[in-house]
């Protein structure tokens, strides 16, 4: 027969974590809570650039200028000459033929009174600037894209990579 003691000690047995488990799940959670604050934080997710302030254009003159339009494709900003990246309009300077004068004149003042008509956000495209180094941008106007609006007018073409000519080759 058993011993009476052997009974009560069964059943009173402690359950649970013994002092080893009890220190190894305390030295895991301390190594994982370490290599959890060691990771990078994630990145911010992309927004869409902030409008800038409302800004009054003028027309550039020979050599420059800031805060003006000069042609219908092209304007300085702050400092920056930015070419709106997803259009082509007709030359000014100089122009091939009275045609092209003619359009490229419109072009430039209708840009003039788009960039003066709200608030500018310029979008960055897969290059930074041209071989000029003008910065290329996509540009919108109170969230309406420059370009389409020149295009829709029939003063631009959307840029296909390469400059056209605008005069009549007949």
Not at 68 to 79: M, S
Request: glycine share 12%; charged share 25%.
């Amino acid at each position: 027969m058993k011993h009476p003691l052997d009974l009560h000690r069964r059943r009173h047995r402690r359950t649970g974590f013994g002092r080893n488990e009890l220190a190894g799940m305390l030295l895991v959670g301390i190594v994982g809570g370490l290599a959890w604050a060691m990771l990078p934080a994630a990145a911010p997710a992309p927004t869409a650039p902030a409008p800038a302030p409302r800004t009054a254009f003028g027309f550039c003159h020979s050599g420059g200028g800031t805060n003006c339009v000069v042609d219908g494709d092209t304007f300085r900003l702050a400092g920056d000459k930015i070419r709106i990246a997803d259009i082509d309009t007709p030359e000014t300077h100089p122009a091939r033929c009275p045609e092209e004068a003619r359009l490229g004149a419109a072009a430039t003042q209708r840009l003039h009174a788009l960039l003066n008509s709200g608030a500018l956000t310029l979008h960055p495209i897969d290059r930074d600037t041209d071989r000029y180094g003008r910065k290329l941008r996509r540009v919108e106007v109170n969230g309406r894209g420059v370009g389409d609006t020149l295009v829709a007018e029939g003063l631009a073409r959307p840029y296909r990579g390469r400059r056209m000519g605008w005069c009549d080759q007949s």
